[in-house]
Structures are given as structure tokens and as C-alpha cells.
């Protein structure tokens, strides 16, 4: 008989784990499939998505013999949910916790991936690993991992539109596979009202759905102004009046200092506020993360202000990050405490 991995008895194998972000994957497939942006607004047959990602790597790497899944989730103070009890108790998975903080925020998801990652390299546990995130700060581990001979297959949900995963760990990883919308779309189901509505249950009339604030990344993603106070040339020329206010200028051949580039993330915060609309960027709180193609135009146009790259400079990527943050807590009176 056939083992999982697909290795018949007594041939050489190659030993692999998958490690999933289940924050990435269940964030990217519900925008994906549902226009869900909520844990609430959806459920997971997590127990036949996990058999079918084992499935499905079973066949990518017929060569090879499963070590383990990796499960990497979230619970408020790490206290399992019934459904990751279940997940827990399958056969060749193991469910990491990290925790969920009361504004919902997963804590600590990130350092155990990396961690397990470089251990199970370190150690010689594995010879290729699976790993489906989108996080530039899988990075560092991946690096580390083929460092120990380790061979890094990315795996990412395939997105509704531009990039869900981020361009460094697309680069650093030696394959990149997508995982199309009708691989995942049996295991992912609206809930509540949504659910009643999508399986045609009928009787009471349904309240109607309150006005939905649009979603940033499609507002971004199609460059559309949602500036309803002034037309769209007003705010920009009000945006770039503001300019002098926020970003610090710099003799040419100076070396660019935290407060000079955070100034450029501040500015480009303003500007948004006033272009893309105030509604939209309130639905960005409270951060500090932001979706992927978000952060990608906001490193695009504060690069452009700067006159350079910043791809080898991540500490100057925090620094706009940082400035933006201000700008729009400040905004909204927004406490991070």
C-alpha cells in the first residue's frame, strides 16, 4: 500500500512538510470567492480543504513522503476553537496557535511559521517544504531553509486582481504555484443571512442590506477617486498645496534619515485621505498591516517622491509604513493604546 506522499516501501524518499498561514488562505479565498473580508461572514470544511491540500501535494511531489501539515492559526489566548480541536486530532496535521487579540489581530502567527520552518531545516527533517503564505516576513526563513538545502515551494491563493503575496517571497522561493478559485470554492460557504440567501430559502422578507462601504483595495486597484466633498482635480491640487507641510526636504547626496522618508509616507497618507476618500481609508483601521496591493502603491508613491528604490532598503519600507500610520491615526483620532 501506498503511503501518504505517494512513495512506495523501500525506495529513497524525499521527506517534505507543508506549512500553511490559515490567516493568508482564508482571507485570500473568501475575498476571492465570497467578497468576504470577516471570519464571520463565512465557514471552512477545514477537514476536507486540509485532505485536499495534502491531496494536491501529494501529487506536486509523487517523489516524496509527507513529514507533517502545519497548520498555523489563531485563537483568543490560545485557547483552541472547537474547529481546531478537530483539525488538531487529523492524522499527520498539527495546529499551531498563535494569539487573537480583541481587535482581532493574529499575534505571533509569523514567528512560528519562520521558527518551524528553519527548525525543521536546521535539523535535516525535511528536503522540500510547502509553504502557503503571502507575508514578506517569511522571507528570513526561507532564505535560511534553502541555506540548509531545503527547497521552498510557494504556494498563494490566486487573486481577484493584481497580487495577494509579496514580491520578494515570490522572487526568493524556488517555485511559485497558484491555487485556483475552483479548487477552494467547495470548502468556502457565505453564513448567516448570506448563506440563507445563497441556498434559496424563502419566507420572511429579508432586511436589506445596509450600504456597504467599498472595499480599498478595489478602490485602489482601479485608481478610481472616491472624493465626494470636491471633484477629483480639487483634491489633488489641495493635496499637493499640503506637500511643504510634510515632506522634508534634502540636499542632493544626502543620506535619507527616518524622518525625511517618514515624512513621504505621511504625505502619502494626506494625499489618499483627500483623493481616495476618507470612508475608505477608515476601513484600513486600525493597522499597522495592510493589503497587499495597498502597500504596494504606497511604496510605489512614496518611491516616487524619493526618487529611488527602496527594494533593498527595509528599514526605509517601515519608515513610510510608519508615516502613513501617523497621518491617518491622527486622522481619525485614533488611540493605538
Do not use: C
Not at 477552494?184 to 432586511?207: I, Q
Request: aromatic content about 8%; hydrophobic content about 40%.
Amino acid at each position: 500500500m501506498t503511503p501518504i506522499g505517494g512513495v512506495l516501501p523501500g525506495l529513497p524518499s524525499r521527506r517534505y512538510a507543508i506549512l500553511i498561514d490559515v490567516g493568508y488562505l482564508y482571507a485570500a479565498a473568501a475575498e476571492l470567492l465570497l467578497d468576504a473580508t470577516s471570519r464571520r461572514d463565512y465557514r471552512v470544511d477545514a477537514e476536507k480543504l486540509i485532505k485536499s491540500l495534502i491531496e494536491r501535494a501529494a501529487i506536486r511531489l509523487s517523489d516524496g513522503e509527507l513529514l507533517r501539515l502545519y497548520w498555523f492559526d489563531a485563537a483568543r489566548d490560545r485557547v483552541p476553537t472547537v474547529d481546531q480541536r478537530v483539525i488538531a486530532n487529523m492524522d499527520y496535521v498539527k495546529v499551531r496557535l498563535g494569539n487573537l487579540n480583541s481587535r482581532g489581530q493574529q499575534k505571533g502567527v509569523d514567528a512560528q511559521i519562520r521558527s518551524d520552518l528553519e527548525l525543521l531545516a536546521r535539523h535535516r527533517a525535511i528536503h522540500e517544504a510547502i509553504l502557503l503564505a503571502g507575508d514578506e516576513d517569511m522571507v528570513p526563513a526561507v532564505e535560511v531553509a534553502q541555506a540548509y538545502g531545503v527547497r521552498v515551494h510557494l504556494w498563494g491563493v490566486e487573486p481577484p486582481y493584481g497580487t495577494n503575496q509579496a514580491e520578494r517571497l515570490v522572487w526568493e522561493s524556488d517555485t511559485v504555484e497558484t491555487i485556483e478559485a475552483e479548487e477552494l470554492r467547495a470548502y468556502f460557504t457565505k453564513s448567516g443571512t448570506a448563506a440563507a440567501a445563497t441556498h434559496g430559502m424563502v419566507g420572511a422578507p429579508m432586511a436589506q442590506p445596509e450600504p456597504r462601504v467599498p472595499n480599498p483595495a478595489v478602490v485602489f486597484g482601479t485608481r478610481q477617486s472616491v472624493a465626494v466633498t470636491m471633484t477629483a482635480a480639487d483634491a489633488l491640487a489641495q493635496a499637493e498645496s499640503a506637500r511643504p507641510k510634510f515632506v522634508r526636504t534634502t540636499q542632493t547626496g544626502e543620506k535619507l534619515d527616518p524622518e525625511t522618508v517618514r515624512s513621504i509616507g505621511e504625505y502619502v497618507g494626506h494625499k489618499w485621505l483627500l483623493t481616495r476618500g476618507a470612508d475608505n481609508i477608515a476601513d484600513l483601521l486600525p493597522g499597522p498591516q495592510l493589503p497587499t496591493v495597498i502597500d504596494k502603491e504606497l511604496l510605489v508613491e512614496a518611491e516616487k517622491e524619493l526618487g529611488y528604490s527602496l527594494r533593498d532598503h527595509p528599514e526605509a519600507r517601515i519608515w513610510v509604513r510608519d508615516g502613513f500610520w501617523e497621518r491617518v491615526h491622527r486622522e481619525f483620532d485614533y488611540d493605538e493604546e
